[in-house]
């Protein structure tokens, strides 16, 4: 008799302590929350682990579209709103869901609270260089340590500064992703360019000659003539009229490029690039070719070839750039703020104006390195300005396909912005006063007691 | 009477049921439990070990097992035995119908001493009857195996991603990388592979006196070319080994391999430039890189005499000292001289070898000789050149020898002295600020050296004299370079930057800037004086670096000071250099009237093409790829990634140091078991790639 | 005298004969060789070229301001470790170094120390092919090098060297050496070219072409 009550007993404590899990479970889930007001917010809280995340918040927003209470006059409250508070920026699935949900009329608002390190975006541009590579530009706010991986895993870590940080790498796998702390942005690589040839129009000389050398042996292709007397001429290549069919760029460092000048004018409006350097920069003819105006000639300072800051050497032309012309480089001389590399749009091409004059000394008479520092000089001159459309096709002809990523994928907090609109202050959220008491937790360890007890009971009396 | 056998065996097929379900449970919850604590301790010990060997997942393993075990043990024990006793009483909980009948046959069966009577016995076999226990012992077993079976299938089905779950836990807060070592499994597999614990000793040659050593198990061997390289293994089979130059790569040859009693052995000499041996047995194959260290040639020094000079007679004795050193060990030092007589277009010469010594394997050797002038007859314009020659022990006659820079004596030529002054010429007035300059900079250095032990008025205190010194001397090179200029001592008519004379030189904020054209010589006008560019620019250089460190001394920055003040004394040492062409006197001046010629000869030229220059240094590029798939292989195969960074090491040394030593970390960073993403992160750098700047601005030209 | 053209209305700056004054031997043998280098530029090319030579040390970094560099002498030359090191990043940095045997031979003192201190710099020499670019940068010259008067005369060893020696440093000549002594051959006033049926500098059009435009 007494084992058949104890038995009975037990039972009451295994069903009680069900009882108590199901019932926990339903608070949880928020069953007997049906007096909230109805304009009360659902809170959902973005986590690190995304995928797990995301299916939560499905769920969540599925219950707020069906959860539609009436008020007492029977009328149907409006929809419950969702409000996501966001510690990390939340992943695609979740923020493709949000901007569905709004537009099905579930009001959805959210709150930053990255603490404004997660606004990052990274782009991957290639680079306009026989050897090829890719630049990775990642936005930043500043001070954030972003780690640039990709599909072979971690490529380097940068550091914002102004705004952003840039990295160039020659080989790149995959898809490539900036991670900083809990936000991704991801880019995939896109194809490179197509490269065209160099016109180099300058006379015979040391200076065209080391131009020529460093951008050929950095893997461009150039073309000239040099013209050495009557009828007698060296050429390289089968140099033509300026046309951006063949050429991505054309430089001209000195008065040979006179009686081109009108070629060349036209070659850059049609989109092609133009480098003017040396004493080209003071040929009248090119007028409003031209961004800026050259000043007189001045020497370099002695000695300074031999130290870190080589272009201080060099004699040079200080620039005084147009209206709308960019300087990109200005002198190191204290005292001076004049420019060495000015550049402008042109038409729809691109011109710079070096104001360097001898440049072939740095790579003669400069410090150790100096030769590949002046080849990867020029070849970035030529990069800044040079033609250089995607490729359509590839080298059998067939068309190449990119596949172009979605918009979010490369800067998700502004996808966060652009789909959920403006942040907003988080909403005060009503709490229910009569449940001061954490009730799931208290049901929740009285289910564990109860089956301890049970189990306990059992045992004590013999049975399994 | 007995028990009915049928009865009989019907409990004791219950007792082993039993017996085997609790063997079920226990063996049940003990994989679990070593699941579950193979699982915990994989999440706790990487918090208390900061790199974690390869065998401590294996012994987390073990320690898990050995968990469950007990827990195994410890649940059959409370189980307790399935006696017969038991097993009947499990039946007559099932079927209380037999009313203990059966509990007490088997009692009595157990217990022969007690007996009882056959109508009892008869009464309770009739009351037992016939038992059906396949239904009751399966409820049982699934209600006793529902548990444990639960829970261990999926434990154990999951392990797996369970370890690997605690790997991300503890790992979630580092940058996401894919470059991570499988712990444990690939140093087991290595244990299984042939080619193991080989032996390579390696003889240099005879003439270094080097000692022969031997490497055990060494997967690379640094040593002098021509050294005997003898690799031995212990396995049974033959393996086969190809010889490649890394410089090469076409070129590989068959390496002889040759039994030696139950082992194998291979012989080779080390080549002159960097090579791979690969030995391959069956699946397994292994590499040895060679690295050769060339002998490198004696340096020698002719300390006396000191300088070139120009004697009036061809009289007296010359003595001559040098010392000369080598890493191996020297065999023969001499003097050589080379006596040239004539002139104009016609030159004869003769070499003379003396003062010979051989040695026996000295690193270090002083000598001196002499020789008599009276006895060379030489004449009115010869000249005697002199140094002092070393070879070392290297068996190879080509091997070059050690020289010594050379000094000339010249016979002065008859009427040659009457105008010209045949003593060196005094030292010009720049060499007195060159023992300044020197002293300013070993002053600057000691200072910069002190300044963490002195407070900050004194290094101010001791920078601002250092800064006053260095412009004065600043100021002395300053009027000499207008001296020069003007071709006027200093005096009455001293000039300076802003005396109103147009020098060609202006003031750039202390700076001194040429304003004249490059590119035309500096030539101070008519009269064919000399030229002045070798003199002159150098001590402008001088003067802005002087410059520059007086500013750097006046802020109390000797540090920075340092760098500039070596270049200035560089460039002083080099106008002293070039004063020196003035001694021999002034070659004829001949200008070209280049209007007059210009396109005045009758031929011309033709035109002519130009071939391209070939792109530089694609090797980086290659590298790169070699790098980033040797990275990846370290993922999947720990030996084959491990020697492909080793080939690239070997490569790259020559080309490529710093990315040599970098591999080099990466190698020590494999052998001893860690995460190697860092290293070889600072590898991919080095390749050129990630240049980088902390701006969006796109301008690259840095 | 006709001004250089001045830098500063578009023109680049004129090519300068440089000469090297090295520490041993006669660096200064042939004085002439300049003014006839610079003469014949001017006289078949538009080349923009100073009238008169310069002369650098060698040991001075002066020398990377002269990427063409002419070096002569009859006596032994033995360069110093810094010129030894100023020749080899010169030549590395894309300098091209024109020696030349003022004596004529094969067993002469300047050939052999020059060869010698060559091969330590700089590594073994390989001739010259004679189809290379070299000899059809200006003037063809179909045979190669072109033979000296001394050469056909038979001074110094009775022997016309066939080839020149160089140095190459990315298929470019970095050293390119003459045991022809055409030193002695344009050792002379460029006013007495006229009275040369064949100007016999058009080579050294050929090495000044070269060196500018390869």
């Known amino acids: 008799m007494r084992g058949q009550i104890r038995a009975r007993v037990e039972l009451v404590l295994r069903l009680g302590a069900l009882g108590a899990l199901v019932t926990a479970l339903l608070l949880v889930v928020g069953v007997f929350r049906a007096g909230a007001p109805g304009g009360t917010p659902v809170v959902f809280q973005t986590a690190p682990i995304g995928a797990v995340a995301t ?127 809990n936000s ?63 050429y991505s760029a054309v430089i001209a460092l000195d008065s040979s490029a006179r009686a081109h000048v009108a070629a060349i004018r036209r070659y850059a409006a ?35 070839l031999a130290t870190a800051t080589p272009l201080l050497g060099l004699a040079w032309r200080p620039m005084t750039p147009d209206s709308n012309a960019v300087v990109l480089e200005h002198s190191a001389r204290k005292g001076t703020t004049n420019a060495t590399l000015v550049a402008k749009r042109f038409g729809a091409g691109r011109v710079a104006a070096v104001a360097y004059d001898g440049v072939w000394e740095w790579r003669m008479a400069g410090p150790d390195g100096s030769v590949d520092a002046h080849r990867q000089w ?81 045992r004590l009396r013999g049975a399994r | 009477m007995r028990v009915n056998q049928s009865t009989a065996g019907v409990v004791q097929q219950v007792q082993r049921q039993l017996t085997l379900i609790s063997y079920g449970r226990a063996v049940a919850f003990g994989l679990a439990t070593a699941v579950v604590a193979s699982f915990v301790s994989n999440l706790l010990l990487p918090l208390a070990f900061t790199s974690q060997p390869d065998y401590l997942g294996l012994v987390a393993g073990t320690l898990g097992s050995l968990a469950g075990i007990a827990v195994g043990i410890f649940s059959r024990r409370r189980d307790g035995v399935v006696t017969r006793t038991r097993a009947s009483l499990w039946l007559e909980e099932r079927f209380p119908s037999m009313q203990f009948a059966l509990a007490t046959l088997t009692e009595f069966d157990a217990n022969r001493t007690r ?76 244990n299984s592979r042939a080619l193991t614990n080989w032996r390579v000793r390696v003889v240099p040659p005879a003439y270094s006196a080097l000692e022969a050593r031997n490497l055990d198990d060494a997967g690379q061997v640094a040593a002098l070319v021509g050294s005997h390289i003898d690799v031995s293994g212990a396995d049974s089979e033959l393996p086969t080994a190809i010889v490649r130059s890394t410089v090469d790569s076409v070129a590989s040859a068959t390496l002889a391999v040759a039994r030696n009693g139950a082992s194998w052995r291979a012989g080779l000499s080390m080549p002159a430039s960097p090579a791979e041996v690969r030995f391959a047995l069956s699946s397994a194959n292994r590499q040895l890189l060679l690295e050769p260290r060339a002998d490198s040639i004696p340096v020698v020094h002719l300390h006396f005499p000191v300088r070139d000079s120009v004697l009036r007679e061809s009289k007296g004795v010359v003595a001559l000292d040098a010392t000369a050193n080598d890493d191996l060990g020297l065999a023969i030092v001499n003097f050589e001289l080379i006596v040239t007589s004539g002139e104009g277009e016609r030159f004869t010469a003769k070499t003379v070898v003396f003062g010979a010594q051989r040695l026996s394997g000295e690193h270090d050797r002083k000598w001196q000789a002499s020789f008599i002038l009276d006895t060379m007859k030489l004449l009115a314009g010869d000249i005697v050149h002199m ?93 000499l370079v207008f001296q020069r200029f003007e071709g006027e001592d200093s005096g009455e008519h001293a000039h300076s930057a802003d005396d109103g004379h147009d ?34 620019k150098p001590l402008l250089e001088a003067f802005n670096a002087m410059w520059d460190a007086a500013s750097s001394l006046e802020i109390a920055e000797p540090k920075a000071a340092i760098s500039h003040m070596k270049l200035a004394l560089a460039a002083i040492e080099r106008a002293r250099g070039a004063e020196r062409i003035y001694l021999r006197g002034k070659p004829p001046v001949v200008i070209v009237d280049i209007g007059k010629v210009r396109l005045a000869g009758k031929d011309t030229g033709q035109v002519n093409s130009r071939a391209p220059r070939e792109a530089f240094s694609p090797r980086d590029a290659a590298r790169e790829s070699r790098l980033l798939a040797a990275a990846l292989l370290l993922t999947r195969d720990v030996e084959a990634g491990r020697d492909s960074l080793a080939l690239l090491r070997l490569e790259s040394i020559a080309e490529a140091p710093r990315l040599a030593a970098a591999l080099n970390d990466a190698l020590a960073v494999v052998r001893r078991g860690g995460d190697v993403t860092a290293v070889l992160i600072r590898a991919r750098r080095l390749l050129g790639t990630g240049v980088r700047s902390d701006s969006l601005n796109g301008w690259r030209g840095r | 005298m006709t001004a250089i053209p001045q830098v500063g209305s578009g023109v680049a700056a004129p090519f300068v004969f440089a000469t090297a004054q090295y520490e041993s031997g006669d660096w200064d043998s042939a004085p002439l060789v300049p003014a006839n280098v610079i003469d014949a530029i001017a006289r078949y090319t538009t080349i923009a070229v100073a009238p008169q030579g310069i002369i650098v040390p060698l040991a001075s970094e002066e020398v990377f301001r002269s990427p063409l560099l002419y070096l002569t002498g ?129 080579f050294a059009v050929n090495l000044v072409v070269y060196a500018l435009t390869r």
């Open chain 2, 115 to 190: 007996e009882i009577s056959e109508d009892a016995r008869l009464r309770l076999v009739e009351a037992v009857g016939s038992l059906q226990v396949s239904a009751p012992l399966r409820r049982s077993a699934i209600r006793q195996l529902r548990v444990p079976v639960l829970l261990a299938v999926p434990l154990l089905i999951f392990s797996e991603q369970l370890q690997i779950l605690a790997m991300r836990l503890v790992y979630r807060n580092s940058a996401v990388s894919e470059i991570r070592f499988s712990v444990g499994a690939d140093s087991v597999a290595a």
């Open chain 1, 55 to 181: 299916r939560t918040f499905a769920s969540l927003v599925q219950q707020s579209l069906l959860d539609v209470p009436t008020t007492a006059d029977g009328r149907a409250n409006p929809l419950r709103p969702i409000h996501l508070l966001a510690n990390a920026v939340p992943d695609e699935a979740a923020r493709a869901l949000a901007s569905a949900a709004r537009v099905a009329g579930l009001p959805v608002s959210w709150s930053d609270s990255t603490a404004n390190r997660a606004a990052i975006a990274v782009e991957v541009q290639p680079l306009i260089d026989p050897k090829g590579g890719y630049t990775l530009r990642v936005a930043a706010p500043g001070g954030v340590e972003i780690a640039l991986q990709d599909s072979l895993g971690l490529i380097d870590s940068v550091r914002a500064k102004f705004g952003g940080a840039n990295l160039e790498v020659g080989r790149v796998a995959g898809t490539v992703r900036a991670v900083a702390g």
């Open chain 1, 270 to 304: 049609t989109g092609g690039g133009v480098l003017i350097a040396g004493a080209a920069t003071t040929l009248r003819e090119f007028g409003d070719l031209l961004p800026g105006r050259a000043g007189p000639r001045q020497s370099g300072i002695p000695g300074a």
């Open chain 1, 378 to 458: 020029w070849s970035a001159l030529v990069s800044a300005v040079a033609f250089a459309p995607e490729q359509t096709r590839d080298a059998s002809g067939i068309p190449l396909q990119w596949h172009r990523d979605e918009p979010g994928r490369a800067a998700p907090y502004a996808d966060t912005h652009a789909r959920l609109g403006e942040p907003v202050a988080m909403p005060a959220v009503t709490v229910r006063t009569d449940r001061a008491l954490p009730w799931e937790l208290l049901l929740a360890v009285a289910a564990v007691l109860l089956l301890l007890g049970e189990w306990g009971s059992r």
């Open chain 2, 503 to 536: 020098h060609g030189v202006t003031m750039d904020q202390g700076k001194l800037v040429p304003t004249l054209a490059t590119g035309a010589p500096m030539t101070d006008g008519e009269g064919g004086e000399s030229p002045i560019v070798a003199i002159n």
């Open chain 2, 387 to 479: 140094r002092a020659v070393a070879r070392d022990r290297h068996p190879d006659a080509a091997h070059e020898p050690g020289a010594s820079e050379t000094r000339t004596f010249r016979i002065a030529r008859l009427g040659e002295y009457d105008s010209v002054a045949v003593e060196p010429a005094p030292p010009p007035e720049v060499q007195k600020s060159l023992m300044s300059q020197r002293m300013l900079l070993i002053l600057t250095e000691k200072l910069a050296a002190r300044r963490t032990s002195i407070t900050k008025d004194v290094l101010i205190a001791e920078s601002r004299k250092l800064a006053s010194d260095q412009v004065k001397l600043r100021k002395a090179i300053g009027s």
């Open chain 1, 184 to 246: 991704v942005a991801a880019s995939s690589v896109p194809i490179a360019p197509a490269l065209r040839r160099i016109l180099l129009f300058a006379e015979p000389g040391w200076e065209a000659k080391f131009t020529m050398a460093a951008l050929e042996e950095r893997g461009w292709i150039v073309e000239a003539r040099y013209a050495l007397g009557k009828n007698v001429s060296v050429t390289q290549g089968a140099p033509v009229n300026p046309d951006t069919a063949r």
């Open chain 3, 74 to 202: 009859h006596l032994p030359v033995r360069f110093t470790p810094k010129e030894s090191e100023v020749m080899a990043a010169y030549v590395q940095r894309g300098g091209l170094l024109f020696i030349d045997d003022h004596n004529h031979d094969i067993d002469g003192p300047f050939h052999q120390s020059v060869v010698e201190e060559i091969r330590r710099i700089f590594g073994v020499m390989t001739k010259l092919p004679n189809n290379h670019e070299l000899y059809r940068s200006f003037f063809k010259f179909e045979n190669g090098p072109p033979a000296t008067s001394h050469e056909l005369n038979g001074w110094g060893d009775n022997l016309v060297h066939e080839h020149l020696q160089a140095i190459l440093r990315n298929h470019r000549i970095g050293v390119l050496y003459s045991n022809k002594d055409y030193s002695s051959e344009w050792s002379y006033h460029p006013d007495n070219k006229r009275f040369l049926s064949v100007d016999n500098t058009r």
